[in-house]
């Protein structure tokens, strides 16, 4: 008696691997999507850290930092009256390719603007035309 030793045909391995390249596909969307909610995310609270940072410097130096002043990256450091103080070791940087937006207009207010991924308004609120791609979400002191 001889036994008949039964494998897979070319048709099965052929929709086992379309069926597992299939759901590859779906997994790496969704991954993507998270990566870019995680980057929205620090991006909110990068500006939220930096408004409390404002603040406290307005608080000490009576005024908000000059536009150019505000370097992503850099320190935020006092100027005139409380020049010998630091408020943010280091300004954070946008986590992906565009960057945030600052603009004080005035002594007594600011924008802070960045662009989020995630957004489905793609509204364009009033940040300047400096913004990088765009903003989306804004952050105004109180």
């Not at 099965?12 to 995310?41: C, F, H, N, P, W």
């Not at 603040?55 to 450091?77: F, H, M, N």
């Given at each position: ?55 406290i410097y307005r ?84």
């Amino acid at each position: 008696m001889s036994q008949k030793v039964r494998g897979f045909t070319l048709i099965e391995l052929l929709v086992a691997m379309t069926i597992m390249a299939v759901l590859m596909g779906i997994s790496l969307v969704s991954y993507q999507g998270s990566k870019k909610a995680a980057r929205d995310g620090k991006r909110k609270a990068d500006l939220e850290q930096i408004r409390s940072a404002l603040e406290i410097y307005r608080t000490d130096c009576k005024t908000y930092p000059a536009t150019g002043s505000v370097v992503w990256g850099q320190p935020l450091a006092g100027a005139g009256v409380c020049v010998n103080n630091t408020y943010m070791e280091k300004i954070p940087a946008d986590p992906g390719s565009n960057s945030y937006y600052y603009n004080r207009s005035g002594s007594n207010s600011y924008v802070l603007c960045a662009s989020l991924e995630t957004s489905t308004e793609g509204l364009k609120p009033d940040c300047g035309s400096n913004c990088v791609g765009i903003c989306n979400y804004k952050v105004i002191n109180p």
